[in-house]
């Protein structure tokens, strides 16, 4: 069992859709950071939230930790090619726990 | 280029061997992380050191061990090989620790047990 749950696990979209990816968990955490990765790379960080409720914005990217912290999500408008790569959320339980990570492909 | 730089980058080896990885944090950080990646289990802590000792331990295995080096480079051991060990191993290094700390992946060694 998954600590942390992202959904969907795969989502292949035309250029120019929205798409929500969520990270859910029955834990509270103390930070929780999206990060995105391509192959043949290491993670890259995007983004960490500490707040509960706390909205981040990145250019088309937007990201929200829940009220209670247990849950984010991350929000992306107008989708492009270069926005392909594995999205990963992580959250710090005195280390970093990863969820399974959402395989975006976005179609030119 | 994150500044943390692994060798090798790809290895291929047999069941029941050992291997040695290696990891090189970015300039100044103290603080090193091994991570295992394969299909099924995603990214997994294994553990960190931090300054030489060793500060929190994940899911590594007994078969498994690693050492953070005076100049603070780092090395994962792998031995008594498994099919099941083949997965790329990330090393990630940080200047800070604690839940706000940025950690910095390097570009992991494919390991490949044949």
């Known amino acids: 069992t998954q600590l942390l749950e992202q959904s969907p696990q795969f989502l292949s979209i035309q250029e120019g859709e929205n798409l929500t990816v969520y990270c859910n968990s029955s834990s509270v955490f103390s930070s929780l950071q999206w990060y995105r990765q391509e192959p043949g790379e290491g993670p890259v960080l995007l983004v960490t939230?500490?707040?509960?409720?706390e909205v981040k914005k990145l250019k088309r990217l937007t990201f929200q930790f829940g009220d209670a912290r247990k849950d984010s999500s991350l929000h992306i408008t107008a989708a492009q090619p270069g926005d392909t790569g594995l999205y990963l959320c992580a959250g710090h339980l005195g280390k970093l726990i990863f969820g399974q990570g959402t395989t975006l492909q976005v179609k030119p | 280029d994150s500044g943390v730089t692994q060798t090798p980058k790809h290895l291929i080896t047999a069941t029941g061997q050992r291997v040695t990885l290696r990891c090189s944090p970015r300039s100044g950080d103290l603080s090193v992380y091994w991570y295992q990646q394969s299909l099924d289990q995603g990214l997994q802590f294994l553990i960190q050191y931090y300054n030489g000792e060793e500060r929190a331990k994940g899911n590594i295995l007994e078969r498994f061990s690693a050492q953070q080096f005076p100049d603070l480079h780092s090395e994962l051991n792998l031995s008594s090989l498994e099919l099941g060990d083949s997965a790329l191993y990330f090393c990630a290094s940080s200047s800070l620790i604690g839940s706000q700390s940025r950690q910095y992946f390097g570009p992991g060694t494919r390991l490949t047990v044949t």
């Open positions: 939230v500490v707040t509960g409720g």
